[in-house]
């Protein structure tokens, strides 16, 4: 079998045009960095890790007053953020021996891929939260609620949860300011308190402590 040459496929990674993503958080373009390897059949290590990153998004992983080499302690934070089960678990393993995606990962790098490659899909309009329309009631929220996949999850006490799952559930796409989140999920909680609905309200809570590092 042939040996494959790790160094040269890495070092023939392009830079993408900055538009394309720039409005993309650190994790999810480490996240990106780890299929295209592994696609390549490349070990997920460390120092293969650190000069993709740096090769495929300079601006986003290169040394504040050294432009020319890469972060290596941001990229280690992102990461170890990957691979925390508390936080994203997209990824297990360690700086030391190397990482593995999960299938969660597989799912958000694919997403992540495409829209590298349609970056105008993330154009603020996408961004925006929700909006009621016009004539819907308080009670017409709590149903939607009720009937949704994710209350479905939680009433039977089923709590492996992922951040996609509750973008879906949110209706929106990656990358939508947490602000933005937030005041969409408020929306939905003064709509189970206008309905007196108090198991609705008691899952946006949850929804809320669980995964508050999309809504702050």
Request: cysteine-free; glycine content about 2%.
């Amino acid at each position: 079998m042939k040996n494959i040459d790790y160094k040269k496929i890495i070092f023939s990674f392009k830079p993408l045009s900055v538009k394309n993503y720039e409005n993309f958080d650190l994790d999810r373009l480490a996240l990106y960095s780890l299929i295209v390897l592994e696609r390549k059949r490349v070990p997920l290590y460390f120092d293969h890790i650190v000069v993709s990153l740096f090769k495929m998004f300079p601006n986003k992983f290169s040394m504040a007053n050294f432009k020319e080499y890469p972060d290596t302690n941001r990229i280690s934070k992102s990461l170890r953020r990957l691979a925390d089960p508390k936080r994203k678990n997209w990824a297990t393993g360690n700086i030391e021996n190397g990482f593995y995606l999960t299938e969660t990962g597989k799912e958000v790098a694919l997403q992540t891929e495409d829209l590298l490659k349609h970056p105008t899909r993330l154009k603020p309009s996408s961004t925006s939260s929700p909006k009621r329309s016009r004539g819907r009631s308080p009670q017409d929220d709590v149903l939607e609620i009720e009937k949704s996949p994710l209350f479905q999850k939680w009433q039977n006490r089923d709590f492996s949860v992922t951040d996609y799952e509750v973008l879906s559930f949110l209706k929106a796409v990656p990358y939508t300011p947490k602000h933005l989140l937030s005041k969409y999920l408020d929306q939905l909680k003064q709509s189970a308190t206008a309905a007196k609905n108090k198991k609705v309200l008691a899952f946006l809570d949850w929804l809320e402590k669980k995964f508050k590092n999309l809504f702050q």
